[in-house]
């Protein structure tokens, strides 16, 4: 009896081929294949000419747009095999944001708040915490605080001025800035240079500043 060919598992295989040698996060790998799952569920690829490895990597390239380290086709094509090259994958990567219908500020992958789930999920972040996280974002989203940000330091940033606010004032976050740093793929610096803006942002507004009327002195 023959084994039934899986194209999840085929394109995961190829995934970790790729990005072995690249030293990737597994939250970025994981990514890559929510949106894979995406394009095999929503359009015709890999099906349609284009290889597993040349969509899975053209995946791996569009998700890694939304983290601190931005590995581009040029970057990732010396670790793909001979069969495909840059602008395979260039070619991939416009396939794919032409047929999902999306554009990079919509894609999951850009998306803050879906940055605060993952770190939520992996860091055991309350429920009250991780509710407070997605309020300070749509707040910061509509100030225009975001702009030009990577969506991972956004959310990294707010899950970490979030935990100053259930503190006993000792001048430390509940959640560990290293561990949301990794979680997210951003560096500690990006954490240290983002949240003390926001939270200046928050202070002044109108539907957040009372929450910091404790913290702000001491922040």
Request: hydrophobic share 35%; proline share 3%; glycine share 4%.
């Amino acid at each position: 009896m023959s084994n039934t060919y899986n194209p999840v598992k085929a394109a995961r295989n190829t995934l970790q081929e790729v990005v072995e040698p690249l030293d990737v996060p597994e939250t970025l790998e994981a990514d890559t294949m929510d949106l894979f799952k995406r394009v095999r569920d929503e359009t015709d690829a890999p099906d349609n000419g284009k290889s597993i490895e040349q969509v899975v990597t053209a995946c791996f390239v569009l998700t890694a747009r939304g983290s601190s380290e931005l590995y581009t086709a040029e970057g990732v094509v010396p670790f793909t095999s001979d069969s495909i090259d840059t602008t395979d994958i260039h070619t991939a990567t416009r396939y794919i944001l032409t047929e999902l219908d999306i554009n990079d500020r919509s894609m999951f992958f850009q998306d803050p708040h879906k940055h605060v789930d993952r770190i939520s999920r992996e860091l055991d972040v309350t429920t009250a915490d991780t509710e407070q996280a997605h309020d300070f974002i749509s707040i910061l989203q509509t100030e225009g605080a975001t702009s030009g940000k990577k969506a991972g330091t956004v959310a990294a940033s707010v899950v970490y001025l979030v935990g100053y606010l259930h503190t006993e004032h000792d001048g430390a976050s509940r959640y560990v800035q290293k561990d949301i740093a990794e979680i997210a793929n951003v560096s500690e610096v990006s954490i240290r240079n983002t949240y003390t803006t926001f939270a200046q942002i928050l202070h002044s507004h109108s539907e957040a500043d009372v929450t910091f009327d404790d913290m702000w002195w001491w922040l």
